[in-house]
């Protein structure tokens, strides 16, 4: 999608930091970051949430949550903990149109999420 920002970072015409490159999923650090390791895990198609990605494309669903694995791995945060989280939709406050799986750690996080 032309004005979708995340197709942008998986076309590399927007800056973003990688950390992870797979065929059909991408890594980066998000901008805003809520936790000492928070990053992004996108699909490089376009899709709007999670619930129509698990749909459309179940392959790439199983390939975006064995990259955040991976990213975790690579962040040095599995055996401490870190959250993985999707949020779809306005009382979620989804802000961005185009599939995103959070991967959070490196401090301890509460529950419930706020
Ligand atoms: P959400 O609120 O779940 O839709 O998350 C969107 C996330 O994207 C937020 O955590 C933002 O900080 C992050 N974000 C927005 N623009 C960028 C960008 N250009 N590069 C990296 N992260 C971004």
Known sequence: ??????CGIAAGDVPA????????????RDLNPQAPTHVLVITRDH???VGTL???????????M?????????????ESGYRSVFNSGRD???SVQHVHLHVLGGRD???PPG
């Open 47 to 49: 899709h709007a949430d």
């Open 1 to 6: 999608m032309s004005d979708c920002l995340f």
């Open 17 to 28: 930091t990688l950390v992870l490159e797979r065929p059909r999923t991408l890594a980066f």
């Open 54 to 64: 698990a749909h459309a494309d179940p392959e790439v669903m199983a390939e975006l």
């Open 109 to 111: 996080m509460s529950w």
């Open 92 to 94: 979620a406050h989804q």
């Open 66 to 78: 064995a990259s955040a694995y991976d990213v975790a791995v690579q962040e040095g945060v599995v």
